[in-house]
């Protein structure tokens, strides 16, 4: 059975901030990035209370964090200012224990991109597809790599379906799932108003049995980019987004591979954009964001979900 959104009374509060990342970590939830540089803000969901740690030493955004044994790692991610961002040049890494940032393994120059999907495997491989080479200008891509941390080395695995970016990707199973976003590109900087309108609604899947893409046969309902996503007792839950309208998107999406179809269920109280989710005790979190397409009004509330 699953209840409805309930925004969550707080002690204290994070900075506002969007396209940045949100990811758990032994039990607390880190915010991170984002446009400007910005401390990490640190919530205890025990307490509801908001605390704060060192920021960056430059500006990062458009990123879906992974966890690394003990660090967050951060692949596909974008610097400087709109609407041409830079992609970095090597892996980004936060370590809670020591409130620390370092970098890690360089990223093939031919492969840099920012707003990609990202996600760690149980194979010990990080996971990163599709994404944008140049800002919000130019140059979507249909890339698919995966990097070990181990020894950093880089692999180019087989195009998906879709060129998009500002997409989330999660993982069922044997298969990796790539939804929402849009080809920010595909005006190439001609109409930066267009670019929000350039949704998909294919749902890419790789199966990792057979090293092949194909196409999911039924559609994302509502399409957006740019929202939350986490897996949940064995379910994609897609939270929010953006689209052609100006204000963000309040609905949540989940897909259920024993049925094979999405469903639109409870909608969070504040629509938003820009951000991740945190999957714990048995809940759903999502924090911060934008509540219009583009980056104003940034967001400083966390709302949960219990399924």
Not at 27 to 37: A, D, E, H, S, T
Not at 56 to 83: A, N, S, Y
Not at 84 to 102: G, H, Q
Not at 180 to 205: C, K, P, S, W
Request: charged share 20%.
């Amino acid at each position: 059975m699953m209840s409805h959104w309930e925004t969550v009374t707080c002690d204290g509060q994070p900075h506002c901030r969007h396209e940045n990342g949100f990811a758990e970590f032994d039990g607390k939830f880190y915010l991170f990035g984002g446009r400007r540089i910005q401390p990490v803000d640190i919530f205890d969901p025990k307490t509801s209370a908001w605390t704060h740690a060192s920021p960056p030493p430059m500006e990062i955004h458009h990123f879906q964090p992974v966890r690394v044994k003990d660090q967050l790692w951060m692949l596909g991610t974008m610097t400087g200012l709109f609407p041409r961002e830079t992609p970095l040049d090597t892996v980004y890494i936060y370590t809670p224990a020591t409130d620390t940032w370092s970098e890690g393994p360089t990223i093939p120059e031919a492969r840099r991109r920012g707003a990609a999907g990202c996600v760690m495997h149980s194979d010990g491989w990080i996971y990163v597809v599709g994404g944008i080479v140049d800002g919000h200008h130019a140059d979507t891509q249909c890339w698919f790599d995966r990097l070990n941390p181990e020894t950093g080395e880089w692999q180019i695995l087989p195009d998906a379906p879709n060129k998009r970016d500002h997409a989330p990707a999660a993982i069922l199973g044997d298969k990796l799932y790539f939804f929402g976003g849009r080809e920010t590109g595909r005006h190439a900087g001609t109409d930066y108003n267009q670019l929000f309108f350039d949704t998909i609604g294919d749902v890419d899947v790789y199966n990792f049995a057979t090293g092949t893409w194909s196409v999911h046969p039924e559609p994302l309902p509502v399409q957006t980019a740019a929202g939350g996503t986490g897996v949940l007792k064995g379910k994609i839950h897609y939270v929010g987004g953006e689209a052609g309208r100006m204000e963000a998107f309040t609905e949540m999406q989940v897909f259920d591979p024993a049925t094979q179809t999405w469903s639109v269920q409870p909608g969070l109280n504040r629509a938003r954009h820009g951000t991740n989710c945190c999957v714990y005790d048995g809940k759903l979190w999502i924090a911060a964001g934008s509540g219009a397409r583009g980056g104003e009004p940034e967001l400083t509330s966390i709302e949960r979900l219990e399924v």
